[in-house]
């Protein structure tokens, strides 16, 4: 069997290490919020290894956070050429396709995700933006169904139990939306979205003193937005 050299292994090594000189000088600049830096250290990356689909990836997630979406778009069809079931970047193109309005090509991304992995946390992330897409449409009994898989797969996932509870509040099922928004606030008691929807779901049960209690609960986290409801229905 043939081997290199110790001088030719030097040498590989030395160029990985040139190679990998953009992408870390990326990475850094975009931790720190420095988007131009990274742009010029991605876009050299592209340059010098463009089958790499890590170097599409990150200068797209770093034109996400320069509000380049169409940049971004661009480069994630590029990264998803070369690996069409990469679940990072189809959860990414999903995300940019939803900010563009297009929620049908991204509900497209999110199946695909979940036929690739149906469990784990890309997983998880599908069901969550599924269930978003579904909420919106109205479609409660199917944010229903998503959540319901989603609770199955990760029971630890604190958003699944209140989305669930919002979903079951929607459709006016309130025993059921308490309980799982109560499961919620028990994972995650920071959650400040479970504390605002299990207040609201009291108050329909006419539970005022808990429902305000709930309400102070979500403003001692930083939710300025329940001021206006401390006001009018507790004060």
Request: glycine fraction near 4%.
């Amino acid at each position: 069997m043939r081997t290199l050299t110790a001088p030719l292994l030097l040498a590989a090594s030395a160029l990985c290490a040139q190679a990998d000189q953009p992408m870390l000088a990326g990475m850094t600049a975009m931790r720190q919020q420095d988007h131009t830096a990274a742009e010029q250290a991605f876009s050299k990356a592209v340059a010098a290894a463009p089958a790499d689909l890590k170097a599409w990836y990150y200068r797209a997630v770093n034109r996400i956070g320069m509000g380049d979406l169409d940049g971004a778009l661009q480069d994630l069809d590029q990264a998803l050429a070369i690996d069409p079931l990469d679940a990072h970047s189809l959860l990414r193109r999903a995300e940019v396709r939803s900010r563009q309005g297009a929620d049908l090509a991204a509900t497209a991304d999110l199946r695909r995700v979940l036929a690739a992995r149906p469990t784990g946390p890309a997983a998880e992330h599908a069901l969550l933006h599924l269930g978003h897409f579904a909420m919106g449409r109205r479609d409660y009994a199917e944010a229903r169904a998503l959540y319901d898989r989603l609770i199955a797969i990760a029971p630890y996932n604190a958003f699944g139990w209140c989305d669930r509870g919002i979903a079951l509040a929607a459709m006016h099922q309130h025993d059921e939306a308490l309980a799982d928004l109560d499961r919620a606030v028990e994972l995650d008691p920071t959650l400040d979205q479970a504390h605002v929807q299990r207040a609201l779901v009291l108050f329909r049960m006419d539970r005022k003193q808990e429902a305000c209690a709930a309400l102070h609960q979500a403003h001692d986290l930083g939710d300025r937005s329940v001021e206006e409801m401390l006001l009018i229905h507790c004060e």
